[in-house]
C-alpha cells in the first residue's frame, strides 16, 4: 500500500474533489463543508484507492490529505503537491522524503509550494 499526504492552507469547500474528479475515476469525496475528517474513495487505474481529509492540521489552518492505495496518480508527496497548487492556488506543504508513521523525524524542513515558488521552510 502506498500513501500520498499534503496539506493545504485555508482549503475552500469543494476545491479538493474538483482537483481530484481531473485524475481520479469514480470519485466518491463530500469536501462541501470541511469541518470535520472526511473519508472518500476512488478508482485509479482501476483499483480503489481512500481519500482522507483532517482539518485542522498544524495550527488549524492547513488540511491534511492522505491517499492509500495500490495505484496513485502521483509518485511522490511533492508531485502531489505540485498538482494541488496549480489547481488551486493556495499554499501546499509536503515533507520532503519518504518520512514514514513511527519514524523520527530527520528534518524539520517541509516543501512549502506558494506564489513564491517551491521552497525548503521550517513549519512554523
Known amino acids: 500500500m502506498q500513501d500520498l499526504e499534503i496539506y493545504i492552507r ?8 474538483q482537483w481530484l474528479t481531473g485524475h481520479l475515476d469514480s470519485l466518491e469525496l463530500d ?4 469541518t470535520s475528517v472526511i ?10 484507492l481512500r481519500i482522507s481529509l483532517y482539518p485542522g492540521a498544524f495550527g ?4 491534511c490529505l492522505v491517499m492509500e492505495g495500490e495505484s496513485l496518480p502521483w509518485h511522490t508527496d511533492l508531485e502531489c ?6 489547481s488551486m492556488d493556495t499554499e501546499i506543504r509536503c ?5 514514514k508513521e513511527g519514524e523520527p523525524v530527520a528534518e524539520e524542513k517541509w516543501w512549502r509550494l506558494d506564489h513564491r ?8
Open 10 to 17: 485555508d482549503l475552500a469547500e469543494g476545491t479538493v474533489s
Open 31 to 34: 469536501d462541501s463543508q470541511v
Open 39 to 48: 473519508k472518500g474513495h476512488a478508482l485509479c487505474a482501476g483499483t480503489r
Open 60 to 63: 488549524k489552518r492547513f488540511t
Open 81 to 86: 503537491a505540485r498538482s494541488a497548487w496549480r
Open 95 to 99: 515533507s520532503p522524503g519518504d518520512w
Open 117 to 124: 515558488g517551491e521552497n525548503l521552510v521550517v513549519w512554523n
